[in-house]
Structure formats: structure tokens, C-alpha cells
């Protein structure tokens, strides 16, 4: 798929303890970033724990270059708190692009709770799509859209998601993961229903521990910080725009150190 | 005898124009020649007042007779008797305020350098003795087994005694280095990152093991640890939380907590971009709002990350500082400008949601508050901005949550802080000690290695030492 890549990495003590709505922090080798990456799932059993990335910069395409038995430096987690599990009722899960990774144990663990799940998957184009029948197996009715209808409905899916809201059905909460825009535009959505609307935030993080801050966000007019008060938070609540223009902090570095990292990896090859 | 030496020998360091262009150390450190003159000065009093002001009671007549005799393995044998840490206690301890100041040469000139010949010391070691000919003879094991969670100052120095005294000790760290503040948040000017490894290593060298990357409270609990074998626990996790200042605008682009503008630069390497992958912004003119010795760091950073012009911004005047008085000489040298009596009302931000000013009110000292300096108290209609486009704020920390909320019986202070018994650290929870800012809050280095070698004590005597 491109640029899309789906990691299984053995780690025992974390798929140990790992719980849906978490994330790992990852550094490639010495000279890498730290970076956060949600948990899409784990195997206590065997030990691993599953990844799946976008590649849009340095790290992530760095990240991209590893195949099955390398290992990166550093994988700490599970970090952030658990995503909330109880019997709500009719839970409608949103993902968008990557979103379905994180969204699928959660879909999981909502259905084993005793929930209905009705599920929408979104990406840009058929080529972009992936878990599909992970997800159809978690959910009592799936719908897919694609932004150019290559497959699935043509459409966002905000689309299906405000006319499952106006059908009559008592939907007792929604689930939005995806880019952060597609969640502000679900939660917009969501508003004038009054459905709560979770959603996983994925901010800049150093550390992942509550340290640094730079994760912080607005909710409910408070800052809060991602990484050890969510990343789960109510998205009617969050300042969206403030989320948006802090995920751009470093636009022009990452260009930077992307083109001269293209420069390099180019040269060598 | 000798006429007595009023004054200290000087350190080399560089010059601060160049200093303030690079990374590197900037105190270089006394030459053979130059720590034995300065240990000739010690009048070898009988009272030692020295060794009472030191919170790990290193016996510093003892290692400056040894310089003066020549015997430096002797001398380092003396200092990690006490300290397993002495090459950064050396450089960052307030000695000023603690061993040097009870020198009975204070009354009359200038006290024994008696920092700088610590760190000559421990430099001396690490440039002529392998580790393994330093190392003591293993104590014998007492099959006991100690987790300490934290791998600062405070758990370093838990861990080194412990394992001297024949413990089995695994300490749990939350990063992908040992070392803590030292690591994260000291700038390589001031304690270079080699001297932390070296001393890391030692402590590894005793038998510790330590394992990075394990977030206490997410990856294990300390109920877990307790369950899982380990005979006692010692909590040693720092004070870790920013403080910010609850003003608008301070979630805009390019305000730092000091703490993430640190672990950028120094643990994530930012200064040298392009080699590291981390990015940190550089700034044309940057605001470090605090007094203390953090600010003096982030503020002495930022101006080696290239900026024009830095500023400490601080509500009170120079004299309540909380820093060391040579870290403020150091800063002020560099060409920071403080800007005194000045206090933030609130951060102002473009379209794009970055900060491109700070407005501010002038202070006034009035009576002094509880902490005993005069309480700086707003001028009204004093108002003012200044144009900023990287702003850090160093206002102090407070001690990570994690722990408290994830260990039962644990008891916590309002402030956040682990209550635990002030003389050996002993917490309200069974088996489980403390040390360090966990229970202080945001204190020194060497007074978190004071608790850390209380704790240890205290639990091999639970432990049946």
C-alpha cells in the first residue's frame, strides 16, 4: 500500500500490558526522533505488538526502510490512558485513513462489552484501504467511503455518519480516529445530536510521560496534556484549531531534514 | 609554616564571547599543579566543618591531604566512598552555599575551592584509572532484591550503596538514557553528557542493572515489582512536571516549558539538527521567564542555538534569584540581558498561532511573602511589550503523577509530592522509600543523593543489614 506499513514488533512486557486507545513512543536509532504511534494491536501470547504508520517525514520514512528482524532503538509504552470500555449501546466508529488501525481494538473490545457497533471507514481511494475485514469482523454493520468512489460509497464519512444520527436509531456514542481534521468535522457533526464524541489525539510528544508538555491542547478551555491525560478526549470539548496549528510547529524543520535526508538516502542508493 | 592563601587558584574556562558560540564545557578544570596548589591552601583544621556541610558527608580533608600528597587513587578512594557520583557533583553542586561556606577561610578570604577539586578529582580518575581498577571488591550477596524506580541523582545514589552493600538492585528508568536531569535537563556546557555516562557506568559497574525505556506505572505497577520478588522499592522519580503560568497565549507555537526546550536540545541532540532528527526552534529574540538555575541553562542555550537576542525575564530583582550566583555571572557575561522586576500578563500571537510578542507589567518589591523575599507586587498601568518569537518558560516543576495515581497506600502532598519521613525517606506504603524532589519538590542535585543514601541505609537496615 503506498506509504502506508504495518509493523509487528516483539515486545513482550508491552503487548503485556497494552490496552486499546494506547501508543507506543518509538526512536529509529541514536540519531532519531522520539515519536508517538498508536497501538493497533498486541499478542500476549506471542509477545508483539502491531504498529501501522503513514509515511509523512523524516522518521516515519526512515522508519519505513526497516524489514522483518531489524529493531529499532527504543519502544516504550503502553503510554497514555486506555480508551474507556463499558455497555453504552449503539456505538458508531468512525476511522479515517490510519484511524482504523487504533480503532479496530477498540471496536473489539466495545463489541465484547456487549455493545452494537456500527463502524465507517473512510480513505481518500480504494488503494488506501486496509483492515477492512478486520473491522466488518468487529462490527454489526460496516460502511465504507472513498473520497473519488473508487470503492465503497463516494463521499467523506461524515456523510453516513449524520444520516445514521438523523435515522431515529439511539446512537449512545461515537468514536472519531483519523486525521485531526476528519475528527474536528465528525465532532462538528456530531454536535447538533448530541451524541459524545471520543476521539484520540495525536499531538507532537517528546517523551510521551507528561514531561516536556509539548503536547499540550485545549479541552473544555483548560490545557491539557495528550500524552498522560489522553489521548481520548470528549470532541466537542476540543480546541480544534489550537490542535491543528500546534501539529505545525515544526512544518518548515521537517521539510529541512526531510529533503536532506532524501538527499543523502538518494546518494547512497 | 606557610603565610596563608587568601585566594583561590582560578579555573581556566573559556572566554564568554567564544563561550557563548559553542557547546562545550565552559569551566575547564584545574591542571595537576594547579589542584595542589589550591589544596595547600587547607589549614587541615580539626573541627572539619566541611564534612558536616556536606549532605553526603564526604570526608574532604581526607582527599585534599591526599592531592597534597600526590596520591590521587587515594583521593578518588576517598571521594566514592561517599559519593559514587563526584564528577557531576563537582560541576553542579551549590558548594557555595554548603561545604565551602562553613570553611573556617570564609571569615577571612576566600574558602578551598573545594568543588573544583572534587571534580579534579574525578576527572583525574576517569583519564588514568579503568574502571575496573576502581571498582571496590564485590560485597558479599545478601540475596535481597531492591527496585529503584528513577535513574537520577537520587536513584544513582540509592542504587550504588545498596549494591555496595550486596543487594541485588534493578533500576527502572522512563527514557532511553540513564541519568535524569543530569541527562535531560543539564546542558552539555555545564556537565557534558561523558562525565554522566562515566558515572552511570560505574554505578552499572557495582552490579546495578539498569533497565531504560520502563515507564513505572504503565509497564509495571510498584505493587507488580513488590509481587514479582522485589523486597523494597525506591522511589526516586524527580520532580518531572512542568509548571506553566495559566496566562493567554501560552499554548501558542514556540512556548517552551523548559523542560521540553532541554530534553530537545540536550537529550535529544536539537543543537546539532540535521546530524539529529529532533528539531527545536532557534528564535531571533527568546524570553526565559524564571530566576533559577534552569532558566540560567535554557536562557544560555538558546544563545548558543544562534539567537540574536535572550532575556531573562524575572518578577523580582536580582538578589531573590534563586540561581547560583556564578550561573547568573556566567549568563550575564554571555551578553543575556535580564529584564528585572518584569512579569508576564500575557503572550501575544499571529494568524499562523505563533507567538510574536509578550506583554508585560513592571514589578515593585513590597513586603516580604512566606519564602522570606520581599513579594514583587505589579505597578499599575505599567504595561509593556516586548517582541519574543521563542519563549521557555523555567518556573519550576513539580513531581510526575504517574506513581501516586497508579500505587495504593501511596500518600501524596497537595502539592504532589510523596509524603515520606524526612530523615530516611521511609513512605506511608510498606517496603516502599523516597528521595529527591519526588518529596521536596524541584531541590539540588546533591540533596536528592543526600535522601538517596539516607533511603539506602534505612532499607538495608530493613532488609537486615
Redesign the interface.
Known amino acids: 500500500m503506498p506509504g502506508i506499513h504495518l509493523f509487528k514488533v516483539a515486545a513482550p512486557?508491552?503487548a503485556k500490558?497494552a490496552r486499546p486507545g494506547q501508543f507506543v513512543v518509538v526512536?529509529i536509532d541514536e540519531?532519531?526522533?522520539?515519536i508517538p504511534l498508536t497501538i493497533a494491536d498486541w499478542d500476549e501470547k506471542e509477545g508483539s505488538v502491531t504498529i501501522v504508520f503513514m509515511e509523512v517525514g523524516?522518521?516515519t520514512a526512515?522508519l519505513a526502510l526497516l524489514g522483518e528482524g531489524d529493531s529499532m532503538?527504543?519502544?516504550?509504552?503502553?503510554?497514555g490512558l486506555p480508551t474507556h470500555i463499558e455497555r453504552f449501546g449503539t456505538v458508531v466508529c468512525v476511522a479515517g485513513g490510519v484511524g482504523v488501525a487504533p480503532i479496530a481494538p477498540i471496536a473489539r473490545e466495545l463489541k465484547e462489552a456487549g455493545n452494537k457497533i456500527i463502524s465507517i471507514l473512510g480513505a481518500r481511494s480504494q488503494n488506501l484501504l486496509f483492515w477492512e475485514d478486520k473491522l466488518r469482523s468487529v462490527s454489526d454493520q460496516l460502511i465504507v467511503t472513498t473520497d473519488d468512489g473508487s470503492y465503497g460509497r463516494k463521499g467523506l464519512v461524515t456523510e453516513p455518519l449524520k444520516e445514521l444520527l438523523a435515522s431515529g436509531e439511539k446512537i449512545a456514542q461515537v468514536v472519531a480516529i483519523g486525521p485531526s481534521i476528519m475528527m474536528k468535522f465528525c465532532a462538528e457533526t456530531t454536535q447538533p445530536f448530541g451524541v459524545k464524541t471520543m476521539v484520540s489525539l495525536n499531538s507532537i510528544m517528546?517523551?510521551g510521560?507528561?514531561?516536556?508538555?509539548?503536547c499540550?491542547?485545549?479541552v473544555g478551555g483548560l490545557?491539557k496534556f495528550a500524552c498522560?491525560d489522553g489521548p481520548d478526549f470528549d470532541g466537542h470539548q476540543v480546541d480544534w484549531?489550537?490542535l491543528i496549528?500546534?501539529q505545525?510547529?515544526?512544518l518548515d524543520?521537517?521539510k529541512?531534514?526531510f529533503e536532506?535526508w532524501r538527499g543523502q538516502s538518494g546518494s547512497c542508493a | 609554616m606557610a603565610k596563608l592563601d587568601l585566594n583561590r587558584v582560578p579555573m581556566p574556562r573559556q572566554i564568554p564571547k567564544i563561550s557563548g558560540k559553542n557547546f562545550n564545557e565552559v569551566a575547564l578544570g584545574y591542571s595537576l599543579e594547579q589542584a595542589q596548589e589550591e589544596a595547600s591552601r587547607c589549614i587541615l583544621c580539626p573541627r572539619r566543618p566541611c564534612v558536616g556541610g556536606c549532605p553526603v558527608e564526604i570526608d574532604i580533608p581526607g582527599f585534599i591531604q591526599a592531592i597534597r600528597d600526590g596520591d590521587m587513587p587515594e583521593a578518588v578512594r576517598i571521594l566514592k566512598n561517599k559519593n559514587a557520583l563526584p564528577g557531576i557533583c563537582g560541576r553542579v553542586c551549590p558548594q557555595e552555599t554548603q561545604c565551602e561556606v562553613v570553611c573556617v577561610l570564609d571569615k577571612k578570604g576566600a574558602p578551598i575551592a573545594i568543588g573544583r577539586l572534587e571534580r579534579f578529582v574525578a576527572d583525574w580518575e576517569r583519564a588514568n584509572m579503568p574502571s575496573a581498577n576502581s571498582s571496590p571488591v564485590s560485597p558479599r550477596p545478601t540475596g535481597k532484591r531492591v527496585a529503584v524506580v528513577g535513574s537520577g541523582p537520587a536513584g544513582l545514589t540509592a542504587a550504588a550503596d545498596l549494591a555496595k552493600l550486596g543487594h541485588s538492585v534493578t533500576i527502572f528508568e522512563a527514557l532511553h538514557v540513564a541519568g535524569g536531569v543530569l541527562m535531560y535537563g543539564i546542558p552539555e556546557f555545564r556537565l557534558p553528557e561523558e562525565i554522566v555516562q562515566a558515572e552511570v557506568d560505574y554505578v552499572a559497574s557495582l552490579g546495578v542493572k539498569i533497565e531504560l525505556d520502563s515507564v513505572v506505572g504503565k509497564l509495571m505497577t510498584i505493587d507488580e515489582l513488590l509481587g514479582n520478588g522485589y523486597d523494597a522499592v525506591f522511589l526516586g522519580t524527580g520532580a518531572g512536571l512542568p509548571m506553566f503560568m495559566n496566562i493567554p497565549g501560552e499554548n501558542l507555537n514556540g512556548i517552551y516549558s523548559a523542560n521540553e526546550f532541554l530534553t530537545r536540545v540536550n537529550l535529544m541532540k536539537a543543537y546539532q539538527f540535521s546530524e539529529y532528527d529532533t528539531p527545536v526552534k532557534v528564535g531571533k529574540r527568546v524570553a526565559v521567564i524564571g530566576g533559577g538555575n534552569v532558566a540560567m541553562d535554557s536562557a544560555r542555550c538558546a544563545l548558543r542555538l544562534g539567537a540574536d537576542e535572550v532575556y531573562i525575564v524575572y518578577r523580582r530583582s536580582e538578589a531573590e534569584m534563586s540561581a547560583r550566583r556564578e550561573e547568573v555571572e556566567n549568563a550575564q557575561e554571555e551578553g543575556i540581558q535580564f529584564k528585572l522586576l518584569t512579569n508576564p500578563k500575557q503572550f501575544l500571537g499571529d494568524e499562523q498561532n505563533q507567538v510574536v510578542g509578550m506583554e508585560c507589567y513592571e514589578m515593585e518589591l513590597g513586603e516580604p511573602d512566606e519564602s522570606g523575599r520581599r513579594r514583587p507586587v505589579v505597578k499599575a498601568g505599567s504595561e509593556f511589550v516586548i517582541e519574543v518569537d521563542v519563549v521557555v518558560v523555567a518556573l519550576g516543576t513539580t513531581p510526575n503523577p504517574l506513581i501516586a495515581q497508579t500505587t495504593h497506600g501511596l500518600e501524596t502532598t497537595r502539592r504532589g509530592t510523596v509524603v515520606a519521613d524526612e530523615e530516611v525517606g521511609k513512605t506511608m506504603k510498606g517496603k516502599v522509600w523516597a528521595g529527591g524532589d519526588i518529596v521536596t519538590g524541584a531541590a539540588t542535585v546533591i540533596s536528592a543523593m543526600g535522601a538517596g543514601k539516607h533511603a539506602a541505609a534505612d532499607i538495608n537496615k530493613y532488609l537486615g543489614g
Open positions: 512486557s508491552v500490558k526512536r540519531t532519531g526522533e522520539r523524516t522518521t526512515r532503538a527504543n519502544f516504550v509504552g503502553p503510554l517528546v517523551d510521560t507528561g514531561m516536556c508538555g509539548c499540550r491542547i485545549s490545557t498522560v484549531d489550537l496549528a500546534r505545525r510547529i515544526y524543520e521537517e529541512r531534514s536532506q
